[in-house]
T-cell receptor, first 115, second 112 residues
Framework: KAGVTQTPRYLIKTRGQQVTLSCSPI?????VSWYQQTPGQGLQFLFE???????NKGNFPGRFSGRQFSNSRSEMNVSTLELGDSALYLC??????????????FGPGTRLTVT | QQQVKQSPQSLIVQKGGISIINCAYE??????FPWYQQFPGKGPALLIA?????SEKKEGRFTISFNKSAKQFSLHIMDSQPGDSATYFC???????????FGQGTRLTINP
């Protein structure tokens, strides 16, 4: 079974631009979560989507948004990029949401560099 | 109340030794505690997980010990190998949230 895939793997953007990252979950997984990983703040939860609905949201500004499509694929968007948005953005999928906690499986991440 | 505190930040163990990483949580609503292993340039990989109604879980060389009353849990890696050198993260989450709250990570180095 193929794992979680994320595209692109690397991205360089200029401050003020916007960016869209994509995530394809493991087949059959309907919940997709996004995390930001930085050396200073570690791994932080951004948001989670299930059945095209945002179910949970972390403490990030409104510049960070996401969506999920009917095939469970998800995208996250960051507008008006700031230097501090440079990070590894990780997507994780799991079988379900709203019930018992299930294992989350992570993709390789997208390394975003803002200059 | 969401924090998970992890220690030590870095750990060096000789090959064949036991590696021990500790975590403490605050949110008593957490009902699932996974450990992840991350190699440079890779995403975190689920290693082993435990629920609070179990005091210990063992999978191969990896064991989680869980102390509900103390709100602490730990990862033991027996017979540590150089290939175990990685960063390890503990986490907690609560029912239905699918929102992992991670510890700060432990960089483990196994010397040959």
């Amino acid at each position: 079974k193929a794992g979680v895939t994320q595209t692109p793997r690397y991205l360089i953007k200029t401050r003020g631009q916007q960016v869209t990252l994509s995530c394809s979950p493991i087949s059959g997984h309907r919940s997709v979560s996004w995390y930001q990983q930085t050396p200073g703040q570690g791994l932080q939860f951004l948001f989670e989507y299930f059945s095209e609905t945002q179910r949970n949201k972390g403490n990030f500004p409104g510049r960070f948004s996401g969506r999920q499509f009917s095939n469970s694929r998800s995208e996250m968007n960051v507008s008006t990029l700031e230097l501090g948005d440079s990070a590894l953005y990780l997507c994780a999928s799991s079988r379900t949401s709203g019930g018992p906690s299930y294992e989350q499986y992570f993709g390789p991440g997208t390394r975003l560099t803002v200059t | 109340q969401q924090q998970v505190k992890q220690s030590p930040q870095s750990l060096i163990v000789q090959k064949g030794g036991i590696s021990i990483i500790n975590c403490a949580y605050e949110n008593t609503a957490f009902d699932y505690f996974p450990w992840y292993q991350q190699f440079p340039g890779k995403g975190p990989a689920l290693l082993i997980a435990i629920r609070p109604d179990v005091s210990e879980k063992k999978e191969g060389r990896f064991t989680i010990s869980f102390n509900k009353s103390a709100k602490q849990f730990s990862l033991h890696i027996m017979d540590s190998q150089p290939g175990d050198s990685a960063t390890y993260f503990c986490a907690g989450t609560f029912q239905g949230a699918q929102k992992l709250v991670f510890g700060q990570g432990t960089r483990l180095t196994i010397n040959p």
